[in-house]
């Protein structure tokens, strides 16, 4: 712990009661939490986070704002991203997940370093402004990970991985989904239905491929678990904030 995070966690305690984040400290204490077999993977694991790799979309009321805001705007959300897709492809880039970079994973940022993407507001005006006014004003998503426009081109394969941790809980809306595409989570195979969502903890090992003949695209947001609380998810902002200063990363 460092000076900063040990006052932080002083003046959350202080406002939220001396309770309100022990989790989180819980986690800091030891790196051997009780973990399903299939988070092996995962660098954190916050105690107390329900151990479920798939979850319903429409079974979080504090996440239901945002499922229902992306899927009644599908139909606008697709014909922007086509037109982004075939007029601007510069503002597409090769997906670099922490553990590797691939060019036949291609993305669209909408938010990203801790504040929305403000270049992508125009490029797809109707994913930026529910993202902003469903996710970000909320503070439902999670300002140390991103929302991106995920396209897997033909043939593209993600690889078997756990994610960085399980406090945070990851959104796919189907934007364009042809034939031949899966993801599977802890063992369970399933596929999108355009216009729907998906929701799912992805510390759990996750894979996903396109054997499909043209690109399958999937907008991603990586939203709080609901299982966290307000106070845990300022530690927690404050913690990964400072470990990424430590390392090098911001």
Known sequence: MTPLMENAFAAIRERHGSQSI???EEMLE?????????QKGAKWIMPGI????????YGHPELNPVVHALEANHAS????????????????????????RQQ??????????????????GTVPTAFKVLQEHAVDTEKICPLLECHFSTLLPGAEIAPHCDLWNFSINLHLA??????????VAG????????KCLLFDYSFEHEAWNHGTRPRTCLLVDLWHPDTTVPERAALVVLITEIRKLMGDA
């Not at 959300?77 to 670099?96: G, H, P, Q, V």
């Not at 036949?104 to 507001?121: K, T």
């Open 30 to 38: 030891t790196r051997k939490q009780s973990r399903h077999p299939l």
């Open 175 to 184: 934007v364009d989904i042809p034939d031949g595409c899966g993801i599977t």
């Open 22 to 24: 022990v989790r989180v």
């Open 77 to 100: 959300i697709k014909s922007e991203l086509e037109t982004a897709w075939s007029a601007r492809r510069n503002a597409f880039s090769d997906y670099e997940h922490y553990l590797t």
């Open 50 to 57: 329900s151990q479920q790799p798939w979850h319903d979309p």
């Open 188 to 195: 369970e195979t399933r596929s999108w239905d355009e216009g």
């Open 104 to 121: 036949d994973w291609q993305a669209l940022y909408l938010f990203r370093d801790g504040a929305p993407v403000a270049e992508s507001a």
